[in-house]
């Protein structure tokens, strides 16, 4: 079993960065895609970005491409997801997730097995 602890997210105001992380428990961290995925209020869960196991496949999606960036340490179960120039629209639950599969896409919820709890960003205007 893993277990998945998000942290760093607050309110912020448009053009400013904050920095998400995402504890991993188990031995299996190292193994696995780990992705980021946000949630607007009244919209479905979506793709923000993904890090292969070793870190040397990075995935975007186009509205966070160049303002975003996605990092892991393996020696401390960890993901970041670091998010500058932060507009308005990137306001939302973010959760992190731990994909299992060796294929696909990792980019659709339905691709990964594990889930944190979310933490709030909020970005005013």
């Known amino acids: 079993q893993v277990q998945l602890v998000e942290s760093g997210g607050g309110l912020m105001q448009a053009g400013g960065s904050l920095g998400l992380s995402c504890a991993a428990s188990g031995r299996t961290f190292s193994s696995y895609y780990m992705g980021w995925f946000r949630q607007a209020p009244a919209k479905e869960r979506e793709f923000v970005a993904a890090?292969?196991?070793?870190?040397?496949?990075?995935y975007y999606a186009d509205s966070v491409k160049g303002r975003f960036t996605i990092s892991r340490d393996n020696a401390k179960n960890t993901v970041y997801l670091q998010m500058n120039s932060l507009k308005p629209e990137d306001t939302g639950v973010y959760y992190c997730?731990?994909?299992?599969?060796?294929?696909?896409?990792?980019?659709?919820?339905?691709?990964?097995?594990?889930w944190g709890q979310g933490t709030q960003v909020t970005v005013s205007s």
């Open positions: 890090i292969s196991w070793s870190g040397g496949s990075l």
């Open positions: 997730a731990l994909d299992r599969s060796i294929g696909g896409s990792h980019r659709r919820p339905a691709e990964y097995d594990y």
